[in-house]
Protein backbone atom coordinates (compact mmCIF):
# COMPACT_ATOMS: atom_id res chain seq x y z
CA UNK A 1 0.00 0.00 0.00
CA UNK A 2 2.88 2.51 0.54
CA UNK A 3 3.97 2.24 -2.70
CA UNK A 4 0.91 3.71 -4.08
CA UNK A 5 0.59 6.28 -2.24
CA UNK A 6 4.24 7.04 -2.89
CA UNK A 7 2.84 6.57 -6.64
CA UNK A 8 0.51 9.55 -5.91
CA UNK A 9 2.96 11.85 -4.01
CA UNK A 10 5.89 11.42 -6.34
CA UNK A 11 3.14 12.65 -9.89
CA UNK A 12 3.83 16.19 -11.40
CA UNK A 13 3.46 19.28 -8.79
CA UNK A 14 0.77 20.90 -11.23
CA UNK A 15 -0.97 17.91 -11.69
CA UNK A 16 -1.56 18.05 -8.27
CA UNK A 17 -2.11 21.40 -8.16
CA UNK A 18 -4.85 20.72 -10.67
CA UNK A 19 -6.64 18.17 -8.00
CA UNK A 20 -6.19 20.35 -5.06
CA UNK A 21 -7.89 23.24 -6.39
CA UNK A 22 -11.04 24.79 -5.90
CA UNK A 23 -12.47 24.38 -9.70
CA UNK A 24 -13.66 21.49 -10.80
CA UNK A 25 -11.36 18.85 -12.33
CA UNK A 26 -13.11 18.85 -15.84
CA UNK A 27 -14.03 22.63 -15.29
CA UNK A 28 -10.11 23.18 -15.08
CA UNK A 29 -9.63 21.13 -18.30
CA UNK A 30 -12.04 23.16 -20.42
CA UNK A 31 -10.13 26.42 -19.60
CA UNK A 32 -6.98 24.83 -20.29
CA UNK A 33 -8.33 24.04 -23.90
CA UNK A 34 -10.78 26.36 -24.71
CA UNK A 35 -9.47 26.49 -28.52
CA UNK A 36 -12.42 28.36 -29.79
CA UNK A 37 -11.41 31.85 -28.77
CA UNK A 38 -8.26 30.92 -31.29
CA UNK A 39 -8.71 33.66 -34.05
CA UNK A 40 -6.30 32.99 -37.13
CA UNK A 41 -7.39 31.63 -39.81
CA UNK A 42 -7.31 28.24 -39.04
CA UNK A 43 -9.61 24.57 -40.49
CA UNK A 44 -12.03 23.69 -38.23
CA UNK A 45 -11.22 20.37 -38.52
CA UNK A 46 -7.61 21.18 -37.82
CA UNK A 47 -8.93 22.27 -34.44
CA UNK A 48 -11.14 18.98 -33.68
CA UNK A 49 -7.77 17.19 -34.47
CA UNK A 50 -5.80 19.10 -32.24
CA UNK A 51 -8.12 18.59 -29.56
CA UNK A 52 -7.62 14.73 -29.32
CA UNK A 53 -3.94 15.27 -30.14
CA UNK A 54 -3.88 17.56 -26.62
CA UNK A 55 -6.72 14.90 -24.78
CA UNK A 56 -3.83 12.14 -25.81
CA UNK A 57 -0.69 13.93 -24.57
CA UNK A 58 -2.56 15.28 -21.41
CA UNK A 59 -2.72 11.72 -20.23
CA UNK A 60 0.06 10.19 -21.35
CA UNK A 61 1.94 12.85 -19.38
CA UNK A 62 0.57 11.60 -16.18
CA UNK A 63 0.87 7.96 -16.96
CA UNK A 64 4.61 7.69 -17.71
CA UNK A 65 5.20 9.44 -14.80
CA UNK A 66 2.88 7.50 -12.86
CA UNK A 67 5.08 4.19 -14.69
CA UNK A 68 8.52 6.30 -13.50
CA UNK A 69 7.29 6.76 -9.80
CA UNK A 70 6.33 3.11 -9.79
CA UNK A 71 9.38 1.95 -10.90
CA UNK A 72 10.88 4.49 -8.11
CA UNK A 73 8.96 3.15 -5.07
CA UNK A 74 8.96 -0.64 -6.26
CA UNK A 75 12.46 -0.41 -6.55
CA UNK A 76 13.39 1.64 -3.07
CA UNK A 77 11.19 -0.95 -1.66
CA UNK A 78 13.80 -3.84 -3.12
CA UNK A 79 16.70 -2.02 -2.86
CA UNK A 80 16.80 0.89 -0.58
CA UNK A 81 17.26 4.80 -1.46
CA UNK A 82 20.77 3.77 -3.77
CA UNK A 83 18.50 1.65 -5.94
CA UNK A 84 19.77 2.83 -9.45
CA UNK A 85 23.06 1.27 -8.73
CA UNK A 86 21.58 -2.18 -8.31
CA UNK A 87 19.11 -2.28 -10.97
CA UNK A 88 20.27 -3.80 -14.00
CA UNK A 89 20.52 -1.04 -15.99
CA UNK A 90 21.56 -1.83 -20.01
CA UNK A 91 24.94 0.31 -20.34
CA UNK A 92 23.57 1.61 -23.70
CA UNK A 93 20.66 3.43 -21.24
CA UNK A 94 23.14 4.66 -19.01
CA UNK A 95 25.40 6.36 -21.52
CA UNK A 96 22.09 7.67 -23.18
CA UNK A 97 21.54 9.04 -19.27
CA UNK A 98 24.45 10.91 -19.00
CA UNK A 99 24.38 12.27 -22.45
CA UNK A 100 21.18 13.93 -21.78
CA UNK A 101 22.62 15.15 -18.49
CA UNK A 102 25.85 16.50 -20.36
CA UNK A 103 23.60 18.08 -23.00
CA UNK A 104 21.44 19.98 -20.58
CA UNK A 105 24.10 21.24 -18.44
CA UNK A 106 25.28 23.41 -21.67
CA UNK A 107 21.11 25.15 -21.79
CA UNK A 108 21.32 26.33 -17.82
CA UNK A 109 18.11 28.77 -18.93
CA UNK A 110 16.32 25.23 -19.00
CA UNK A 111 14.85 23.28 -16.11
CA UNK A 112 16.43 20.10 -15.01
CA UNK A 113 14.60 17.15 -15.15
CA UNK A 114 14.51 15.59 -11.89
CA UNK A 115 17.14 14.43 -9.21
CA UNK A 116 17.75 11.08 -9.65
CA UNK A 117 19.03 9.35 -13.22
CA UNK A 118 15.30 7.51 -13.61
CA UNK A 119 13.73 11.21 -14.54
CA UNK A 120 16.51 11.35 -17.49
CA UNK A 121 15.13 7.60 -19.42
CA UNK A 122 12.31 7.93 -21.84
CA UNK A 123 9.60 5.93 -22.05
CA UNK A 124 10.73 3.04 -23.62
CA UNK A 125 13.55 2.77 -21.45
CA UNK A 126 10.88 2.27 -18.55
CA UNK A 127 9.75 -0.82 -20.63
CA UNK A 128 13.19 -2.27 -20.47
CA UNK A 129 13.89 -1.29 -17.03
CA UNK A 130 11.32 -3.66 -15.62
CA UNK A 131 11.83 -6.74 -18.27
CA UNK A 132 15.51 -6.68 -17.17
CA UNK A 133 14.36 -6.41 -13.76
CA UNK A 134 11.02 -8.29 -13.82
CA UNK A 135 11.99 -10.49 -10.92
CA UNK A 136 11.20 -6.95 -8.11
CA UNK A 137 8.22 -6.25 -10.54
CA UNK A 138 6.80 -9.57 -11.03
CA UNK A 139 4.39 -9.39 -8.19
CA UNK A 140 2.55 -6.68 -9.21
CA UNK A 141 1.32 -8.05 -13.37
CA UNK A 142 -0.01 -10.95 -14.68
CA UNK A 143 2.93 -12.00 -16.59
CA UNK A 144 5.99 -9.88 -18.05
CA UNK A 145 4.01 -10.42 -21.85
CA UNK A 146 1.00 -8.23 -20.59
CA UNK A 147 2.53 -5.29 -19.42
CA UNK A 148 5.64 -5.21 -22.27
CA UNK A 149 3.30 -5.15 -24.30
CA UNK A 150 0.96 -2.46 -23.11
CA UNK A 151 3.82 -0.48 -22.58
CA UNK A 152 5.32 -0.87 -26.57
CA UNK A 153 1.71 -0.40 -27.84
CA UNK A 154 1.71 3.20 -25.64
CA UNK A 155 4.81 3.85 -26.75
CA UNK A 156 4.25 3.70 -30.49
CA UNK A 157 1.75 6.49 -30.18
CA UNK A 158 3.51 8.63 -27.50
CA UNK A 159 5.98 8.68 -30.10
CA UNK A 160 3.15 10.40 -32.74
CA UNK A 161 2.08 12.69 -30.62
CA UNK A 162 5.56 14.12 -29.87
CA UNK A 163 6.03 14.41 -33.11
CA UNK A 164 2.83 16.29 -33.92
CA UNK A 165 1.80 13.29 -36.28
CA UNK A 166 -2.31 12.97 -36.06
CA UNK A 167 -3.26 9.92 -34.42
CA UNK A 168 -6.59 7.92 -35.44
CA UNK A 169 -9.93 7.30 -32.94
CA UNK A 170 -8.76 3.73 -32.31
CA UNK A 171 -4.99 4.36 -31.23
CA UNK A 172 -6.95 7.00 -29.01
CA UNK A 173 -8.90 4.45 -27.64
CA UNK A 174 -6.34 1.71 -27.19
CA UNK A 175 -4.24 4.73 -24.90
CA UNK A 176 -7.10 5.04 -22.84
CA UNK A 177 -7.95 1.40 -22.24
CA UNK A 178 -4.44 0.40 -21.56
CA UNK A 179 -4.01 3.51 -19.57
CA UNK A 180 -6.89 2.47 -17.29
CA UNK A 181 -6.28 -1.46 -17.28
CA UNK A 182 -2.56 -0.58 -15.67
CA UNK A 183 -3.89 1.91 -13.29
CA UNK A 184 -6.38 -1.00 -12.65
CA UNK A 185 -3.69 -3.80 -11.95
CA UNK A 186 -1.53 -1.37 -9.80
CA UNK A 187 -4.48 -0.25 -8.24
CA UNK A 188 -3.73 3.51 -8.66
CA UNK A 189 -6.12 5.74 -7.79
CA UNK A 190 -6.28 7.40 -11.40
CA UNK A 191 -7.69 6.89 -14.45
CA UNK A 192 -8.04 8.25 -18.05
CA UNK A 193 -9.33 11.78 -18.36
CA UNK A 194 -11.44 12.20 -21.34
CA UNK A 195 -11.87 16.27 -21.95
CA UNK A 196 -14.42 16.40 -24.74
CA UNK A 197 -17.96 14.56 -23.68
CA UNK A 198 -21.34 14.53 -25.25
CA UNK A 199 -22.85 17.86 -25.79
CA UNK A 200 -19.05 19.31 -27.02
CA UNK A 201 -18.79 20.48 -30.50
CA UNK A 202 -16.40 17.80 -30.66
CA UNK A 203 -18.88 15.01 -29.99
CA UNK A 204 -21.55 16.43 -32.16
CA UNK A 205 -18.65 16.46 -35.05
CA UNK A 206 -17.73 12.81 -34.68
CA UNK A 207 -21.44 11.66 -34.74
CA UNK A 208 -22.85 13.23 -37.74
CA UNK A 209 -19.48 12.57 -40.13
CA UNK A 210 -18.26 9.73 -41.79
CA UNK A 211 -14.68 9.56 -39.60
CA UNK A 212 -12.87 8.06 -42.72
CA UNK A 213 -14.19 11.23 -44.54
CA UNK A 214 -13.24 13.36 -42.02
CA UNK A 215 -9.27 11.99 -41.94
CA UNK A 216 -9.16 11.66 -45.93
CA UNK A 217 -10.52 15.45 -46.16
CA UNK A 218 -7.76 16.58 -43.51
CA UNK A 219 -4.65 14.58 -45.81
CA UNK A 220 -6.15 16.60 -48.31
CA UNK A 221 -6.62 19.65 -46.97
CA UNK A 222 -2.54 19.21 -45.31
CA UNK A 223 -0.55 17.05 -47.44
CA UNK A 224 2.60 18.12 -45.16
CA UNK A 225 1.14 15.51 -42.73
CA UNK A 226 1.55 12.77 -44.98
CA UNK A 227 4.24 14.15 -47.71
CA UNK A 228 7.91 13.71 -46.69
CA UNK A 229 9.74 16.60 -47.33
CA UNK A 230 12.32 15.29 -49.54
CA UNK A 231 14.14 18.37 -50.13
CA UNK A 232 14.48 19.38 -46.29
CA UNK A 233 16.36 15.63 -45.96
CA UNK A 234 18.40 16.52 -48.68
CA UNK A 235 19.77 19.67 -47.82
CA UNK A 236 20.24 18.04 -44.05
CA UNK A 237 22.18 15.15 -45.64
CA UNK A 238 24.62 17.66 -47.75
CA UNK A 239 25.38 19.84 -44.34
CA UNK A 240 26.02 16.20 -43.03
CA UNK A 241 28.36 15.28 -45.56
CA UNK A 242 30.28 18.49 -45.73
CA UNK A 243 30.60 18.71 -42.12
CA UNK A 244 28.77 21.67 -41.60
CA UNK A 245 26.76 20.93 -38.82
CA UNK A 246 28.33 21.66 -35.21
CA UNK A 247 28.16 17.83 -33.09
CA UNK A 248 25.72 19.30 -31.08
CA UNK A 249 23.45 19.96 -33.15
CA UNK A 250 23.39 16.55 -34.50
CA UNK A 251 20.84 14.91 -33.05
CA UNK A 252 18.32 17.52 -34.02
CA UNK A 253 19.39 16.93 -37.44
CA UNK A 254 18.77 12.94 -37.14
CA UNK A 255 15.46 13.78 -35.25
CA UNK A 256 14.14 15.94 -37.86
CA UNK A 257 15.21 13.31 -40.83
CA UNK A 258 13.87 10.78 -39.14
CA UNK A 259 10.43 12.57 -38.35
CA UNK A 260 10.03 13.20 -42.27
CA UNK A 261 11.03 9.43 -42.92
CA UNK A 262 7.99 8.37 -40.12
CA UNK A 263 5.59 9.50 -42.50
CA UNK A 264 5.89 6.45 -44.60
CA UNK A 265 3.03 5.55 -42.27
CA UNK A 266 0.88 7.63 -43.59
CA UNK A 267 1.57 7.45 -47.53
CA UNK A 268 -0.61 4.44 -48.99
CA UNK A 269 1.20 4.67 -52.79
CA UNK A 270 5.00 5.50 -53.46
CA UNK A 271 5.12 6.47 -56.52
CA UNK A 272 8.50 5.64 -58.75
CA UNK A 273 9.84 9.46 -58.20
CA UNK A 274 9.55 8.76 -54.72
CA UNK A 275 11.05 5.67 -54.86
CA UNK A 276 14.11 7.05 -56.69
CA UNK A 277 14.73 8.99 -53.79
CA UNK A 278 14.44 7.05 -50.56
CA UNK A 279 16.95 5.34 -52.61
CA UNK A 280 19.74 7.93 -52.68
CA UNK A 281 18.69 8.65 -48.65
CA UNK A 282 19.16 5.39 -48.08
CA UNK A 283 22.22 4.95 -50.08
CA UNK A 284 23.91 8.18 -48.80
CA UNK A 285 22.94 7.35 -45.39
CA UNK A 286 24.51 3.97 -45.42
CA UNK A 287 27.82 6.05 -46.59
CA UNK A 288 27.48 8.46 -43.88
CA UNK A 289 27.47 5.71 -41.22
CA UNK A 290 30.66 3.85 -42.59
CA UNK A 291 32.53 7.50 -42.09
CA UNK A 292 31.83 7.56 -39.11
CA UNK A 293 32.06 6.46 -34.99
CA UNK A 294 29.78 4.34 -32.78
CA UNK A 295 27.32 7.37 -31.82
CA UNK A 296 26.39 7.94 -35.69
CA UNK A 297 26.03 4.41 -36.41
CA UNK A 298 23.20 4.14 -33.40
CA UNK A 299 21.48 7.34 -34.96
CA UNK A 300 21.68 6.56 -38.64
CA UNK A 301 20.19 3.03 -37.44
CA UNK A 302 17.25 4.22 -35.68
CA UNK A 303 16.65 6.30 -38.98
CA UNK A 304 17.35 3.56 -41.05
CA UNK A 305 14.55 1.47 -39.15
CA UNK A 306 12.01 3.67 -40.56
CA UNK A 307 12.57 1.91 -44.01
CA UNK A 308 10.83 -0.93 -42.28
CA UNK A 309 7.63 0.19 -42.03
CA UNK A 310 6.59 0.04 -45.56
CA UNK A 311 7.64 -4.01 -48.38
CA UNK A 312 9.07 -1.76 -50.53
CA UNK A 313 10.83 0.49 -48.65
CA UNK A 314 12.04 -2.06 -46.60
CA UNK A 315 13.22 -3.94 -50.07
CA UNK A 316 15.53 -0.34 -50.38
CA UNK A 317 17.15 -1.12 -47.54
CA UNK A 318 17.71 -5.01 -47.55
CA UNK A 319 18.98 -4.18 -51.07
CA UNK A 320 21.43 -1.74 -50.06
CA UNK A 321 22.74 -2.05 -46.44
CA UNK A 322 22.03 -5.91 -45.47
CA UNK A 323 25.38 -6.84 -46.44
CA UNK A 324 26.89 -4.39 -44.34
CA UNK A 325 24.45 -4.76 -41.08
CA UNK A 326 25.73 -8.14 -41.10
CA UNK A 327 28.92 -6.75 -41.25
CA UNK A 328 28.66 -4.80 -38.19
CA UNK A 329 26.73 -7.31 -36.37
CA UNK A 330 29.27 -9.99 -36.82
CA UNK A 331 31.95 -7.34 -35.77
CA UNK A 332 29.75 -7.12 -32.30
CA UNK A 333 27.84 -4.05 -33.00
CA UNK A 334 24.75 -4.69 -31.26
CA UNK A 335 22.53 -2.05 -31.52
CA UNK A 336 19.06 -2.12 -31.03
CA UNK A 337 17.31 -1.38 -34.31
CA UNK A 338 20.66 -3.53 -35.86
CA UNK A 339 18.88 -6.56 -34.37
CA UNK A 340 15.47 -5.11 -35.20
CA UNK A 341 15.94 -4.84 -38.69
CA UNK A 342 18.15 -8.34 -39.18
CA UNK A 343 15.43 -10.27 -37.09
CA UNK A 344 12.90 -9.25 -39.58
CA UNK A 345 15.04 -10.33 -42.82
CA UNK A 346 15.21 -13.54 -40.72
CA UNK A 347 19.09 -13.68 -40.60
CA UNK A 348 18.70 -15.38 -37.31
CA UNK A 349 16.60 -17.91 -38.21
CA UNK A 350 19.37 -20.40 -38.73
CA UNK A 351 21.57 -19.85 -36.16
CA UNK A 352 19.63 -18.14 -33.07
CA UNK A 353 20.39 -21.08 -30.98
CA UNK A 354 24.35 -21.36 -31.77
CA UNK A 355 23.95 -17.73 -31.29
CA UNK A 356 22.57 -17.44 -27.95
CA UNK A 357 24.32 -20.64 -26.59
CA UNK A 358 27.35 -18.65 -27.70
CA UNK A 359 26.74 -15.69 -25.87
CA UNK A 360 26.07 -17.32 -22.68
CA UNK A 361 29.57 -19.02 -22.84
CA UNK A 362 31.19 -15.54 -23.37
CA UNK A 363 28.97 -14.30 -20.55
CA UNK A 364 27.34 -11.22 -23.28
CA UNK A 365 24.58 -10.56 -20.91
CA UNK A 366 24.35 -7.71 -22.59
CA UNK A 367 23.67 -9.03 -25.87
CA UNK A 368 21.61 -11.60 -24.60
CA UNK A 369 18.94 -8.88 -22.84
CA UNK A 370 18.64 -7.19 -26.33
CA UNK A 371 17.68 -10.16 -28.05
CA UNK A 372 14.89 -11.16 -25.59
CA UNK A 373 13.52 -7.58 -25.96
CA UNK A 374 13.45 -7.09 -29.66
CA UNK A 375 13.54 -10.29 -31.63
CA UNK A 376 10.58 -12.13 -32.19
CA UNK A 377 10.39 -15.51 -30.68
CA UNK A 378 7.59 -16.97 -31.95
CA UNK A 379 9.90 -17.24 -35.52
CA UNK A 380 11.28 -20.43 -33.90
CA UNK A 381 8.36 -22.32 -31.98
CA UNK A 382 9.47 -24.85 -34.19
CA UNK A 383 12.71 -25.11 -32.26
CA UNK A 384 11.37 -24.18 -28.62
CA UNK A 385 11.28 -27.77 -26.95
CA UNK A 386 14.73 -28.37 -27.90
CA UNK A 387 15.35 -24.58 -27.20
CA UNK A 388 14.62 -25.18 -23.69
CA UNK A 389 16.36 -28.25 -22.66
CA UNK A 390 19.57 -26.57 -23.93
CA UNK A 391 19.08 -23.60 -22.35
CA UNK A 392 18.41 -25.36 -18.88
CA UNK A 393 21.43 -27.74 -19.57
CA UNK A 394 23.54 -24.21 -19.62
CA UNK A 395 21.74 -22.65 -16.94
CA UNK A 396 22.73 -25.66 -14.92
CA UNK A 397 26.22 -24.88 -15.19
CA UNK A 398 26.68 -21.70 -14.32
CA UNK A 399 27.94 -20.35 -10.66
CA UNK A 400 25.43 -18.85 -8.14
CA UNK A 401 27.89 -15.35 -8.14
CA UNK A 402 26.95 -14.76 -12.25
CA UNK A 403 22.93 -13.99 -10.77
CA UNK A 404 22.82 -11.30 -14.13
CA UNK A 405 23.42 -14.26 -16.90
CA UNK A 406 21.19 -16.50 -14.90
CA UNK A 407 18.27 -14.36 -14.82
CA UNK A 408 18.65 -13.32 -18.60
CA UNK A 409 18.62 -17.29 -19.55
CA UNK A 410 15.51 -17.62 -17.16
CA UNK A 411 13.79 -14.72 -19.41
CA UNK A 412 14.67 -16.78 -22.79
CA UNK A 413 13.38 -19.93 -21.10
CA UNK A 414 10.37 -17.89 -20.00
CA UNK A 415 9.84 -16.94 -23.70
CA UNK A 416 9.43 -19.95 -25.00
CA UNK A 417 7.11 -21.44 -21.89
CA UNK A 418 4.57 -18.75 -22.83
CA UNK A 419 4.94 -19.44 -26.25
CA UNK A 420 4.09 -22.97 -25.80
CA UNK A 421 0.65 -21.85 -23.94
CA UNK A 422 -0.31 -20.00 -26.74
CA UNK A 423 0.19 -22.92 -29.20
CA UNK A 424 -1.76 -25.14 -26.92
CA UNK A 425 -4.22 -22.35 -26.02
CA UNK A 426 -4.50 -22.21 -30.28
CA UNK A 427 -4.79 -25.98 -30.53
CA UNK A 428 -7.56 -26.61 -28.22
CA UNK A 429 -9.44 -23.56 -29.86
CA UNK A 430 -9.13 -25.76 -33.16
CA UNK A 431 -10.30 -28.74 -31.85
Keep these: MGI ?8 ATDLIAIKESGLIFERKIDL ?16 DWGKTMTEVYFNLFIFENCIRSFIKEVSIKAYGKNYWEKLNIKIKIKKKIENRKKNESLYKWLSIRGGSDLYYTDFDELRVIISNNWEIFQIYF ?3 TWIITYLEDLYKIRNKIAHNIPIEESEKNTVETHTNNIYKQLGVDLKYVTFFREGSVQYQFRENENSEDYYRDIREEHPELSEIDFELIFDYLDMLEKGEIPEENLNNTFNTINRELMKLNNINIITPQKYVRLEEICRRLLT ?22 KQRTSMILKNQC ?49 LVGYIDFSRYKDKRKNFIRTLNQELSKIGLDNA ?20 NRDLNMRE
Design 142 to 144: PKE
Design 322 to 370: YDYLIELFENGKYYTNLIRILDLYGYFNNKIETLVVGAIKENKVRLLND
Design 404 to 423: NLTDVIKKIIRKFEQLTVFI
Design 32 to 47: LTNFEDISIDFPKKML
Design 288 to 309: FMKKKDEKIESRVLSILYSFTY
Design 4 to 11: LIAIKKNL
